[in-house]
Every structure is written in C-alpha cells, then in structure tokens.
C-alpha cells in the first residue's frame, strides 16, 4: 500500500491544485481579485531564498501551489487506501489542507490567523479549499478503488447496519473486530 499510497496521492494532489488553480482563475474573473503572492513568499521563507518583487515570484509560486497539494496528497491517498473514500473523507482532508496552509503561512509571519481576515477572504479560501479537496479526493479514491476495499470498508462489511461503500465480502475476507 505504501508505494502506491505515495505515487497515487502524488498525482492526486497535483491534480487537486491544478483543479483549485483553474476556479481560482474563474473567480478572479468575476471579483477582480489579484493572485495571490502567499504561497512563492512562504516557499521563499521556508527555503531562505532572496523574497522577490510580484512580477519575479511566479515559479515559486507555482511551484509552492502545486508542490504543497502534491504532498498532502499522499495523506488523502492514505486515507483512501485505508477505506476513508468519498464525500465525507474529502470533508476531513479540506480542513487538513486548510490547517496545513495556516501552519506554514503563520509559522513564516506571511499569513495571520483566518479569524483575523475579512470574511469574504475568508469564504472564497475556504471554497478553494473545499474544491482542492474534493478533487484530490475523487482522484485518490478512483485510483486507491483499483486496489479493492480498504480495511476499513471491509470492517464495515462485517457489520450489520454500517453504511459500507465496499459492498458485501464473504465473511473470511474483512478484518476480524
């Protein structure tokens, strides 16, 4: 599980920033909104390299955006093998993305706490957010599907009245409780 736990979630999270990138261009289409500079100053920070000025910050940019959602990846990619799939395990990965932007933003003094912002910055991160995970996760789930039932979902099979995506396994195949 671990090697493709590693190479799938890979894939997945860069699919997922690529995914988040794409509506974060429709909606700076509509609100005017400027791109963001948060991700190359924070990579710049993290990393000791020299800040550079807006229009000189688009590689690290890039390359934070898509690097930091192809590395939390593999811990949806984990989840999925695991059997945490669906709607619900997407819902517990945003709020994991979002924690990991905010670690890393506040703990390099490039970001304040999302308490402190104006609640429309607040609710279009969150959304963007919500979209990265939602994809990450449709692509870790369908990739980590190819493998079977995670043990969790073999777990639930096991059990009359859980709720299991896995759909009915002989009794000798799941996890003993």
Do not use: C, Y
Request: glycine share 12%; proline share 8%.
């Amino acid at each position: 599980m671990t090697r493709s736990a590693i190479w799938q979630g890979l894939v997945a999270g860069a699919a997922g920033a690529v995914v988040m990138t794409l509506g974060e261009k429709v909606e700076q289409r509509f609100t005017h909104r400027p791109d963001s500079l948060v991700p190359a100053r924070v990579l710049q920070r993290l990393t000791g390299l020299p800040e550079r000025p807006a229009n000189r910050s688009g590689a690290a940019n890039w390359t934070m955006h898509i690097g930091q959602g192809a590395l939390i990846g593999v811990l949806r990619s984990v989840m999925a093998h695991a059997g945490l799939r669906g709607p619900v395990a997407s819902a517990m990965f945003a709020v994991v993305r979002l924690t990991n932007d905010q670690v890393l933003e506040n703990a390099t003094g490039v970001g304040a706490p999302p308490q402190t912002w104006p609640r429309p910055e607040l609710a279009v991160d969150l959304l963007h957010k919500a979209v990265f995970a939602a994809a990450t996760g449709i692509v870790a789930d369908a990739l980590a599907a190819r493998s079977g039932p995670g043990p969790g979902q073999r777990h639930a099979a096991q059990h009359p009245g859980r709720v299991s995506d896995a759909g009915p396994l002989p009794r000798d195949q799941g996890l003993q409780s």
